[in-house]
């Protein structure tokens, strides 16, 4: 069965002192009442090495939101996957719009990233979505097939790794939420594609997430959707209440 996931995606907020008492606050409060779901944070990387060990890891994970393309070398600034699982990370955001949109992370550099994120034993949570000209263009399915080309060339075994959050773009930040019915429209067919590239069994194991302004007060409708898994959550993530409220809409 897939499992209800709730991510957290901090983006570059909080600094270090910041990240350490989020991290304090969510473990202290989702320890003295346990989440119905996985709850994962995914924090700057200069916030990974100290945040894994204040949480416990059977109630909160912890991911990064971003990673190289390459293994190691000369590439001043980047961050490869192995760092960040040497951390006790065990997740990695890839494909964020705002990564391919600002820092022009294209199909093929993403597949890089997603095989080395599952060679170091990181769990992607992968990232599609349309952008609104699309959105009103009616182009949103054939935009999600094809940003899924970076992770459907996987094996079904690596791909049962891989966690989905369709995030519309248009929804980012904007506090313009898909409905219900929109999320779980694309959802179903993400869901199809995943059953016709691999199989039913697969596509009804993937955890597919919904992403955008979701908030304590509509995360419940959203995660009610037979499809809807879950969600990726950004600024909603940054108060241990907020994100708390998400997570309670399993409960
Ligand atoms: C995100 O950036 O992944 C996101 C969903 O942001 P927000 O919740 O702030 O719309």
Redesign the pocket.
């Known amino acids: 069965m897939r499992k209800n996931i709730v991510a957290g995606?901090w983006?570059m907020n909080k600094n270090l002192q910041e990240g350490i008492a989020l991290a304090k606050e969510l473990n202290e409060v989702l320890t003295a009442d346990k989440p119905n779901c996985d709850v994962i944070i995914c924090t700057p990387f200069i916030h990974l090495a100290s945040v894994t060990p204040i949480v416990d890891k059977n109630i909160i994970g912890v991911g990064a939101e971003n990673c190289a393309d390459k293994a190691a070398g000369a590439y001043t600034g980047e961050v490869s996957a192995e760092m960040v699982a040497s951390t006790g990370a065990q997740y990695v955001i890839l494909g964020?719009s705002?990564r391919r949109a600002y820092y022009h992370e294209t199909v093929d550099i993403l597949t890089e990233k997603v095989k080395l994120a599952l060679a170091n034993n990181l769990q992607p949570i992968f990232?599609i979505g349309e952008v609104l000209e699309e959105r009103e263009a009616n182009k949103q399915n054939e935009v999600v097939k094809a940003q899924l080309a970076s992770v459907f060339s996987l094996s079904a075994e690596d791909f049962s790794k891989v966690i989905l959050a369709y995030?519309p773009v248009w929804?980012?930040?904007?506090g313009k939420t898909a409905t219900p019915e929109q999320a779980e429209e694309i959802h179903a067919y993400i869901r199809s594609l995943v059953a016709e590239n691999y199989n039913a069994e697969v596509a009804e194991n993937t955890s597919i997430l919904y992403?955008?302004?979701?908030k304590p007060t509509n995360a419940k409708e959203l995660f009610a959707k037979p499809n809807v898994d879950g969600g990726?959550?950004?600024?909603?993530a940054l108060k241990a209440a907020d994100f708390k409220g998400i997570i309670d809409a399993f409960k």
């Open positions: 995606n983006k964020h705002e990232c995030e929804a980012i930040g904007t992403g955008g302004s979701c990726l959550i950004g600024g909603a």
